[in-house]
């Protein structure tokens, strides 16, 4: 009977808080509305899109109306009131309850440490879920149907080609996590969907990822010496696979002073804060869009090419015509499992849009691009990413045959990386521009290789390839 009675005193505890809490969001909202009241046409204008920028992050406009709420709240005697307790301060709750995420908030700001590595987070209808050491986790907030339609219509102000009865919005913050929205007929009532991400890495290098076991111990030097050789590489795995990661980490070792053009489907990355003194030519287009596009870009004057998400035909086509004009130094991502199977999917798909022959097509893939590296999430914590293997791509014009070389998988049940040094590639040009750090980075392998032998031959003659050919023949 006193247990039911502690628990019966402590939940009327809660709603008293949660009561109390309520009244210091409408006192501070009458506040603000009493402004709105009294302000002219140009006035309400420029407090329209100070809040644009408040809900997306914009630290100018996110400290003005902090302080505004400090204020207030000083002013009515408010400051010791409760909140909820998944906020750090009571400022920080207001803000998130009237002009920021609401209970997203903490996630998206890292309000608490349990957040700092947490990569993802979804509402689904009221409830909030994060992922906390590799599991979906079921947060303490609810954020009501009311609030989730205003919290919508604030991030979609800021990206006014969004249209609320599309029912599907990508948009992303100031601090560049990325959310996708559905709702309206996509969804059944009362169940809107918010699906956020977020990189974790803290420091963009090999190094960082090897501490993350990412990638293995050895692999960074391997890594520094294809840079300095001019790879084209492409980065495959599925969503939340650590791929675009990999990507950001391998171009930041390029040299500044080289010209590129970043291309992608999203404004995913902000090269010109990652990079600020490379020129880097960053174009948002996918599809139609394109394909309008793409013969001025293939006659830009770029020392090499970044394709984020590569995931049309258009895309596929552009990789292979700037690629076969000799240029060095291309990265790109694709939302695939198989390494082996890239090179036919890019085929196929070009043929089917453009036409063309698929086998000339999977030639020039083989032709055009050095390496493929899959990447995927650890099975037993979703939150490690692993790049579960690598292969070396080369074709022998003379015989008319591609080859795969497997030089790296990871063993799952060992937990370890597996390494081949059977590495020959007959592209003859990367090793005759630097034939000292040619062979370095074999030597690199072989150590590897000696440490961790991948067992069995390595060298794939893919059959998509020989069957195509026999048929021809």
């Not at 002219?40 to 408040?54: G, P, Q, T, Y």
């Not at 400022?91 to 590595?117: H, I, N, Q, S, T």
């Not at 100031?174 to 991400?197: A, C």
């Not at 090897?210 to 980065?235: D, Y």
């Amino acid at each position: 009977m006193d247990v039911q009675k502690g628990i019966g005193e402590s939940e009327k505890k809660e709603d008293e808080g949660a009561d109390a809490f309520q009244g210091v969001l409408e006192a501070v909202s009458d506040e603000f509305s009493r402004e709105w009241e009294n302000s002219d046409d140009l006035l309400k204008s420029v407090r329209l899109e100070r809040e644009k920028r408040a809900i997306i992050g914009y630290e100018k406009e996110v400290r003005y109306y902090k302080e505004k709420i400090r204020e207030i709240l000083r002013r009515k005697r408010m400051t010791g009131a409760r909140y909820p307790v998944w906020y750090p301060n009571l400022v920080e709750a207001v803000f998130a309850e009237l002009y920021g995420l609401a209970g997203l908030a903490p996630w998206a700001y890292d309000m608490d440490e349990k957040y700092r590595l947490s990569s993802s987070a979804k509402l689904i209808g009221d409830r909030l879920y994060c992922l906390m050491d590799g599991k979906s986790v079921c947060m303490p907030q609810r954020i009501p149907e009311k609030r989730r339609a205003q919290l919508i219509r604030s991030l979609l102000l800021a990206t006014p080609e969004e249209r609320v009865e599309y029912g599907f919005h990508e948009v992303y913050l100031q601090n560049g996590i990325r959310i996708t929205i559905y709702s309206g007929h996509r969804i059944k009532k009362g169940q809107e969907v918010i699906v956020l991400r977020k990189y974790i890495l803290r420091e963009m290098s090999f190094e960082e990822l090897v501490r993350l076991r990412t990638i293995p111990a050895g692999s960074a030097e391997l890594f520094q010496s294809m840079i300095r050789l001019g790879f084209n590489v492409i980065m495959a795995g599925q969503v939340r696979s650590g791929k675009t990661t990999f990507l950001q980490v391998w171009q930041m070792q390029e040299d500044p002073s080289l010209e590129g053009l970043a291309i992608a489907t999203d404004p995913e990355t902000d090269w010109h804060a990652l990079m600020p003194e490379a020129p880097v030519m960053q174009i948002v287009a996918d599809g139609q869009d394109l394909d309008t596009l793409t013969k001025s870009l293939v006659r830009g004057d770029n020392d090499y090419v970044l394709l984020e998400e590569m995931r049309d035909a258009a895309a596929f086509r552009l990789a292979l015509d700037i690629t076969s004009l000799g240029t060095r130094r291309s990265k790109a991502t694709i939302h695939d499992q198989s390494a082996l199977d890239v090179p036919y999917r890019m085929a196929s798909e070009i043929a089917s849009h453009y036409g063309g022959n698929v086998r000339d097509l999977i030639a020039r893939v083989y032709q055009n691009f050095d390496l493929i590296l899959e990447f995927t999430q650890d099975p037993k914590n979703r939150a490690r990413k692993i790049m579960k293997g690598m292969i070396a791509l080369d074709r022998d014009e003379a015989e008319d045959r591609v080859f795969a070389y497997r030089i790296c998988r990871y063993d799952f049940i060992r937990n370890v990386w597996r390494w081949s040094s059977n590495f020959h590639l007959k592209k003859a040009e990367l090793a005759d521009l630097d034939p000292e750090e040619y062979r370095h980075m074999l030597l690199i392998l072989s150590n590897l290789s000696e440490e961790s032998n991948l067992p069995g031959g390595n060298i794939i003659e893919p059959a998509y390839y020989q069957r195509r050919r026999q048929k021809e023949e």
